[in-house]
């Protein structure tokens, strides 16, 4: 008997344990995936040309009023 219960303690995991640890991974997966950012090399170009204008409207808004740009304002 003693025998028996040493072999069982050391037969690893079933299939069904294995299985059920696939499916909780893959619907953790499923749910997490989507909800990170997915930023492409065209969208990561778009937003700096976004900042460069924004940055070139501060200075000709500075030099329109005939101040100094403050590294605040930005």
Do not use: C, Y
Request: proline fraction near 3%.
């Amino acid at each position: 008997m003693g025998a028996r219960v040493r072999f069982r303690s050391l037969r690893g995991f079933t299939l069904i344990e294995l299985v059920v640890v696939v499916l909780i991974l893959s619907v953790a997966f499923a749910l997490v995936l989507p909800r990170l950012p997915n930023v492409t090399g065209s969208e990561k170009r778009t937003e700096l040309r976004r900042l460069a204008l924004s940055a070139q409207s501060l200075h000709e808004h500075a030099a329109f009023k005939k101040k100094a740009l403050r590294s605040s304002m930005i």
